[in-house]
């Protein structure tokens, strides 16, 4: 099992303000193309991946989604517009949830009104955390047992001071490299870093 966290700090938990935000400020498109490459590959999916999307501009609650590849069904295709109508789906579906609250969306989705530290907490328990980072080790390096999650965030970055809660829950840094690269593209290269093993 290969699980993805993508911290998106900047997108919002309104559906149609996440739609506007495409190509703007809040970069909503991060959402789409790093569940692309996390889930899908051509003409198939990838099995035994889970992504979860922390969308964190809210007035309210952070909106965690969370897509499982082997659950999906009908998804409808893997261009940005499909993409981002379900996470849209599943932000609808949350209206009106209270804190810690969960609902179904549809095979394979669904949402809950979880914060970001929650949800690593709740992760930690059974997954070894991975925090990606250009400063951290070198993925070849790197020894992975059967559940690493990968954490990203969007194009803001990790806030300093949640570092050190991640390294008490065991998240340790990996490295691609020296460029500094989208989430979307990270996730493409720590798919094929764990795909030679
Ligand atoms: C666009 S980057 C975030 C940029 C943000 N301004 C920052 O300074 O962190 C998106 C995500 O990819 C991760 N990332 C980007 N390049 C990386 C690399 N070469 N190695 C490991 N993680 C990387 C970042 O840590 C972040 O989680």
Redesign the pocket.
Known sequence: MRTFVLRARAAPTDSRKLLESVGRDAHAEILAHTLMNAIFVAQSHRPQVVVYLVLESTHDYSRTIRFEADALRDIGGFDERNLLSKVCKALDASIGMGKEDARSVEPGINVQTLSFERLVQQLAEDHQLFL???K?TPIHQQAFADKPCFL???????PKKTIPGLERLGARK??????????SQ?VVLIHHALDQR
């Open positions: 990606m980072d250009r951290g990203l965030t969007d194009h803001i970055p990790m990996v490295s691609l490299g020296p460029t500094m690269l989208f989430a990270c």
